[in-house]
């Protein structure tokens, strides 16, 4: 969602919503630091799919720089723990060794994606 959107649907001022923004993304970049481990296995449910980023050259065009991420986070839980990886090859033998370092066994994946 972009900043203007969020501004005008709020009612709050760019600043406070460019403050909030850049804490959040703080937030989130601490826990991704923090967490350097496998997803614990049993009982837990864990959600994994990709994304595609780039940008466009100028804000304009077709997209240049393209990077297909890889991930997984732990629903139904307080606890935030997720991983992200970046993957250049989409082969089922590569997705599986993400996995397999990434998730223990015992937890239950869920994709859209396999």
Same mark, same amino acid.
């Given at each position: 969602?972009?900043?203007?959107?969020?501004?005008?649907?709020?009612? @709050?001022?760019? !600043?406070?919503?460019?403050?909030?923004?850049?804490?959040?993304? %703080?937030?989130?970049?601490?826990?991704?630091?923090?967490?350097?481990? !496998? &997803?614990? %296995?049993?009982? !837990?449910? @864990?959600?994994?799919?990709? =994304?595609?980023?780039?940008?466009?050259?100028?804000?304009?065009?077709?997209?240049? *720089?393209?990077?297909?991420?890889? %991930?997984?986070?732990?629903?139904?839980?307080?606890?935030?723990?997720?991983?992200? *990886?970046?993957?250049?090859?989409?082969?089922?033998? @590569?997705?599986?060794?993400? &996995? !397999?370092?990434?998730?223990?066994? %015992?937890?239950? &994946?869920? =994709?859209?994606?396999?």
């Amino acid at each position: 969602m972009r900043r203007e959107s969020i501004v005008n649907d709020l009612n @709050v001022g760019g !600043k406070t919503m460019t403050d909030w923004m850049n804490f959040c993304r %703080g937030e989130c970049e601490a826990a991704y630091l923090a967490f350097d481990g !496998k &997803i614990n %296995g049993i009982g !837990k449910v @864990v959600e994994i799919d990709e =994304s595609k980023f780039g940008k466009r050259k100028y804000n304009r065009g077709r997209r240049v *720089e393209d990077q297909w991420v890889f %991930g997984g986070l732990v629903r139904y839980t307080n606890d935030c723990f997720f991983f992200l *990886e970046v993957v250049n090859d989409w082969s089922a033998d @590569v997705l599986l060794e993400v &996995i !397999k370092r990434r998730i223990l066994q %015992g937890s239950t &994946i869920i =994709s859209v994606i396999l």
